[in-house]
Nanobody
Framework: VQLQASGGGLVQAGGSLRLSCTGSRRTSSNNGMGWFRQAPGKEREFVASISWRGDTTIYADSVKGRFTISRDNAKNTVFLQMNSLEPEDTAVYYC?????????????????WGQGTLVTVSS
């Protein structure tokens, strides 16, 4: 499975971006998906996850109410809508495919990772 993330870029604080992640084959529709991010000099951290049906979502406290994860299984794509962006959101964002159908915040629960897309939020 290959995951291709896109949609990153430079945005001012308070702005919005929409990240996309497309899988190489349809089997990812049976798996939960997630977004993680890694800022310079920091550990990779959980951002959001969605179950394969799309009926369960989990968010990190730092993005709750600002970010929304969704998926389109017919297009093998998961999205991360990011609103009210803050400079602290600056990071490389990675999408990942979970080992199971459920949403999870545990990095060990993911088996495939995309290459990352850079999000830079200026103040």
């Amino acid at each position: 499975v290959q995951l291709q993330a896109s949609g990153g870029g430079l945005v001012q604080a308070g702005g919005s971006l929409r990240l996309s992640c497309t899988g190489s084959r349809r089997t990812s529709s049976n798996n939960g998906m997630g977004w993680f991010r890694q800022a310079p000099g920091k550990e990779r951290e959980f951002v959001a996850s969605i179950s394969w049906r799309g009926d369960t979502t989990i968010y990190a406290d730092s993005v709750k109410g600002r970010f929304t994860i969704s998926r389109d299984n017919a297009k093998n794509t998961v999205f991360l809508q990011m609103n009210s962006l803050e400079p602290e959101d600056t990071a490389v964002y990675y999408c990942a495919q979970a080992r199971a159908a459920a949403a999870t915040r545990d990095r060990r629960g993911y088996s495939y990772w995309g290459q990352g897309t850079l999000v830079t939020v200026s103040s």
